[in-house]
């Protein structure tokens, strides 16, 4: 039987981290009511060539998998602006029709190390800062060594990377195991599954533990994309951990969140944790003890969720202090 190098580090949402349809600032617009992305998938990357296991399923579920299909219903359905599709065809990232992503770009970035892997936040959060390059450009080859395969990106595909950012700034979230169906109708899913283990239904089953990450891709019979031959597989239902990432392509490049009167937003991201009511097109900041009022609020009746948001988005509006004057 091959063995399976998985990759997977497992991690879990902190409290205060972006939930489908729970706590979040990301927009919601059903794309695929069949929950079946299985026609816009582009051909599947393997995480293993002659010589040797990269360890990066996560990257490859993600950037590899995830992103690409989503980029390919875009171009197929026509929904990219004639700016955003001649910056993919001018830089190589369309190859047969397809967009193909480089995963050994984001392996690299993020982290990931051959006989540990990676998870699944760290690399998201790096495909959110970093961008995407065509895997035209920084392919993995069958006769690649390890050290080749992660050796420092260059400077030129960096910065293609950060024009990549500009044009599709893309952000993710947590999605629950519950919400896996309903989620599928916006984008296909990263989940975290046991590999691999085949019941006599031809279903991969839970057995050792979770150790590997691979993308949803239809509702219907746990189908998922894998970097490991086969590379369609159908999962048992309880071959699935509890949470796993969606990730979203923000277009048109405009804030993720539709700011409400009266309504509390809580920043996320950065060295400084800050907490703010809109109010009359303005954030109010509280910018002290924020635990302490989250905690004190949280115990009224009428206590609302703060909108998680990013430095970009909690950037978008003025701020005032407590006296109405603007504040930075």
């Given at each position: 039987?091959q063995?399976?190098n998985?990759?997977?580090?497992l991690?879990?949402?902190?409290?205060?981290?972006?939930r489908?349809?729970?706590?979040?600032?990301i927009?919601?617009?059903e794309?695929?009511p069949?929950?079946?992305?299985?026609?816009?998938?582009?051909?599947?990357?393997k995480?293993?060539?002659?010589?040797?296991?990269?360890?990066?399923c996560?990257?490859?579920?993600?950037?590899?998998?995830?992103?690409?299909?989503?980029?390919?219903?875009?171009?197929?359905?026509?929904l990219l602006?004639?700016?955003?599709?001649?910056f993919?065809?001018?830089?190589?990232?369309?190859?047969?029709?397809?967009?193909?992503f480089?995963?050994?770009?984001?392996?690299?970035?993020?982290?990931?190390?051959?006989?540990?892997?990676?998870?699944?936040?760290i690399?998201?959060n790096?495909?959110?800062?970093?961008?995407?390059?065509?895997?035209?450009?920084?392919?993995?080859?069958?006769?690649?060594?390890?050290a080749?395969?992660?050796?420092?990106?260059?400077q030129?595909?960096?910065?293609?990377?950060?024009?990549?950012?500009?044009l599709?700034?893309?952000?993710?979230?947590?999605?629950?195991r519950?919400?896996?169906?309903n989620?599928?109708?916006?984008?296909?899913?990263?989940?975290f599954v046991?590999?691999w283990?085949l019941?006599?239904?031809?279903?991969y089953?839970?057995?050792?533990?979770f150790?590997?990450?691979?993308c949803?891709?239809?509702?219907?019979?746990?189908?998922?994309a894998?970097?490991y031959?086969?590379?369609?597989?159908?999962?048992?239902?309880?071959?699935m951990?509890f949470?796993?990432?969606?990730y979203?392509?923000?277009?048109?490049n405009?804030p993720?969140?539709?700011?409400?009167?009266?309504?509390?937003?809580?920043?996320?991201?950065?060295?400084?944790?800050k907490?703010?009511?809109?109010?009359?097109?303005?954030?109010?900041?509280?910018?002290?003890?924020?635990?302490?009022?989250?905690?004190?609020?949280?115990?009224s009746?009428?206590?609302?969720?703060?909108?998680p948001?990013?430095?970009?988005?909690?950037?978008?509006?003025p701020?005032?202090?407590?006296?109405?004057?603007i504040?930075?």
């Amino acid at each position: 039987m091959q063995q399976h190098n998985h990759g997977l580090i497992l991690v879990r949402p902190k409290p205060n981290s972006q939930r489908f349809g729970v706590f979040t600032s990301i927009e919601k617009k059903e794309i695929m009511p069949g929950a079946d992305w299985t026609g816009y998938l582009s051909t599947c990357d393997k995480q293993r060539n002659k010589i040797f296991d990269a360890w990066d399923c996560v990257s490859e579920s993600s950037a590899g998998q995830d992103c690409e299909t989503q980029f390919n219903y875009l171009l197929t359905n026509g929904l990219l602006s004639a700016d955003q599709r001649e910056f993919l065809e001018n830089n190589d990232y369309i190859k047969d029709g397809k967009v193909e992503f480089s995963v050994r770009f984001i392996a690299k970035l993020s982290g990931t190390i051959i006989g540990t892997g990676n998870s699944g936040d760290i690399v998201a959060n790096t495909i959110k800062a970093r961008g995407l390059v065509p895997r035209a450009r920084w392919e993995f080859t069958d006769e690649m060594t390890a050290a080749e395969y992660y050796q420092d990106v260059p400077q030129d595909l960096l910065d293609l990377g950060l024009e990549f950012k500009k044009l599709f700034p893309m952000d993710w979230e947590w999605v629950e195991r519950p919400n896996f169906p309903n989620a599928l109708k916006y984008s296909p899913i990263q989940i975290f599954v046991d590999a691999w283990h085949l019941d006599a239904n031809g279903r991969y089953r839970f057995e050792d533990g979770f150790n590997h990450a691979v993308c949803l891709v239809r509702a219907t019979g746990n189908e998922i994309a894998d970097s490991y031959d086969p590379t369609l597989k159908s999962l048992d239902d309880g071959n699935m951990e509890f949470f796993g990432i969606k990730y979203f392509i923000n277009l048109n490049n405009k804030p993720m969140v539709n700011f409400k009167q009266n309504s509390l937003y809580l920043l996320i991201e950065g060295p400084e944790q800050k907490l703010g009511m809109f109010l009359d097109g303005a954030l109010i900041i509280y910018s002290d003890k924020v635990d302490a009022i989250l905690n004190s609020a949280s115990r009224s009746k009428e206590y609302q969720i703060p909108v998680p948001l990013n430095l970009k988005d909690w950037g978008s509006v003025p701020h005032k202090n407590g006296k109405g004057e603007i504040i930075n």
